[in-house]
């Protein structure tokens, strides 16, 4: 894409060029645990059919993660996600990656997704306030080796700003 054009019309064209922005992690209690800053790059491989995900946090929040008790049980979403989305109409799931991804387009501007980590499931909610800014929440569900999970552990709230509607191609 190489204007601010979308396609209102065309679900998921909103989510298209790169954006700056940060997650915060709370636990089940709304108790504050920490804040990392990531970048994101989102584009068409295939205009309408397939979108080419990546999301690379900045810094170092390993050693974060290490020190902190719940870092285990999260330590996957803190690195790099990366993955390609099938679009059919309003729906999506990946068909490239380790993270299976569910996701539909309740109306327009508003989406919902599910993330299978091998830790857990990530289920949010995004939402644009504008075509530039980006709101994402939802609970981080664990899972122990058995599969069995105990409700949600955490919620994880992400912001996100629109820096260029274009991907560069070395962009990370």
């Not at 999301?55 to 390609?84: M, N, T």
């Not at 539909?104 to 289920?123: I, K, M, R, V």
């Not at 980006?134 to 599969?147: L, N």
Request: glycine share 8%; hydrophobic share 30%.
């Amino acid at each position: 894409m190489t204007s601010s054009y979308f396609d209102y019309a065309r679900p998921f064209d909103i989510m298209i060029g790169m954006w700056t922005g940060h997650s915060i992690v709370y636990d089940n209690k709304g108790k504050y645990l920490y804040t990392g800053p990531s970048i994101l790059t989102i584009d068409w491989k295939e205009t309408g059919k397939v979108m080419h995900y990546r999301q690379e946090d900045l810094g170092s929040l390993d050693e974060l993660i290490q020190e902190h008790e719940h870092g285990k049980a999260l330590k996957d979403l803190f690195v790099l996600r990366e993955f390609e989305l099938q679009v059919d109409g309003k729906s999506c799931e990946s068909i490239t990656g380790d993270i299976k991804v569910h996701g539909a387009e309740s109306s327009p501007g508003t989406y919902l997704f599910h993330l299978n980590f091998p830790t857990g499931d990530y289920y949010n909610n995004q939402y644009f306030l504008n075509p530039n800014q980006r709101r994402i929440i939802g609970p981080f569900v664990p899972r122990d080796a058995e599969g069995r999970t105990d409700g949600f552990q955490f919620v994880v709230s992400q912001t996100f700003e629109r820096i260029s509607y274009d991907v560069p191609e070395n962009a990370f």
